[in-house]
């Protein structure tokens, strides 16, 4: 079997990969019935020469290879027909931006395995960036905390090496006694949550997080039945909410009033209440005054995220008053850092981790057919035609 790692040719470039130098030689080392080659790059993080070194061939040309892994969407020139591609379309929810490029899969009889959608029989996904999207986001929002209140300048994540960088460079910082709320407890919520560990802030719980004064900076992480409520006050668990999100209403105002950076790392499903609007976020009593919005929901739970913003330029300000975008540094305005990649700034350790699991839950279902079902399950297109299961998006294909 001949697996193709691709150059990474969307724009702006990404420098991530699907399989380290490190991971490859592995991978080599387990499987010999395995080729791996690596389309020459000169956007990646880890170098041809750092292949090389390993004894992965590095070349111009991946046609002959049977599975090409990429990160991103490949642009719809760059296709080779009748081959198995591995990256993230941008297409299972539809997204009108990217629905030629799921046309030209099925034109060109392209097997796409989408890393979105390659999850265990649980339905739990299995290959992710989102850790690292927590670990950047939440370095990213003391950063703009600092830069908005004019106390401590950081730099940029992209100028780091790796996390542990990132966690030092925040633990030279002086914080006043603030308070920091951080939702999600998934990867994106722990993620971050590694990063308050590694910087020493002390963890509270909600009661004292509502109630107490501290002289210290602190944080408390919380999950959707602690910023939701059921309208009729009953009291049930998280399968209830996900299954009636209808019949809860938000309760994240009481932490509004009392947090002053907010780490928005939760998911946010379908039908949920957003988690606060702009009526809510125009009270008096709103106190936030910065927000890293890892989930990055436009117009949506994020009331104050109007649109994403960049890695050159990631933060901006949005005026409660008016609803409108303003300098971030106003002394009336939310800052705002809603960068919609961030594991890109951490290309190193985003692509380790990424790298780790794959080899461990994808690489091994070409090789024992498949016995988990988890190509099975991720095989968006095959044949020039949708899969069963990804068969809602035939009216998206059909323009309808």
Known sequence: MKIGIINERKNPPDRRVVLSPKECK?????????????????????????YVNQGVEVVKDVSDCDVLLGVKEVPIEF?????????????????????????????????????????????????????????????????????KNKLFQLPKAEELHDQ???????????????????????RVGNGAKEMLKGMRMREVTIQE??????????????????????????????????????????????????????????????????????EDAKSNEFHINTIADISCDIDGPVASTIRSSTIADPIYGYNPATEKEVDFKNKNAIAVMAVDNLPCELPKDASEGFGDSFAKHVIPAFLNNDEDGVLLRARMTENGKLTERFSYLQNYIDGK
């Open 79 to 147: 296709l080779i027909p009748n081959k198995k591609y591995f990256f993230f379309s941008h297409t299972i929810k539809k997204q009108e931006y990217n629905r030629k490029l799921l046309q030209a899969i099925l034109a060109k009889n392209i097997e796409l395995y989408d890393h979105e959608v390659i999850v265990n029989k649980k339905g739990q996904r299995l290959v992710a960036f989102g850790k690292y999207a927590g670990i950047v986001g939440a370095y990213n929002g003391f950063r703009a905390y600092g830069m």
């Open 164 to 186: 542990l960088m990132l966690i030092h460079e925040l633990q030279k910082i002086k914080l006043p006694a603030i308070k920091v709320l951080l939702t999600g407890k998934g």
């Open 209 to 278: 997080f509502l109630t107490k004064t501290f002289k210290e900076p602190v944080y408390v992480q919380i999950d959707v039945l602690d910023y939701n409520k059921r309208k009729d006050g009953e009291v049930k668990d998280q399968n209830d909410f996900f299954k009636n999100p209808s019949e809860y209403e938000s309760n994240f105002m009481r932490f509004a009033k009392v947090a002053d950076l907010f780490i928005a790392g939760h998911f946010y499903g379908d039908g949920a209440p957003f988690l606060f609007t702009r």
């Open 26 to 50: 592995r991978l080599l080392k387990k499987y010999p019935q395995l080729t791996i080659k690596v389309e020459s790059s000169d956007n990646r993080f880890f170098t041809d020469e750092d």
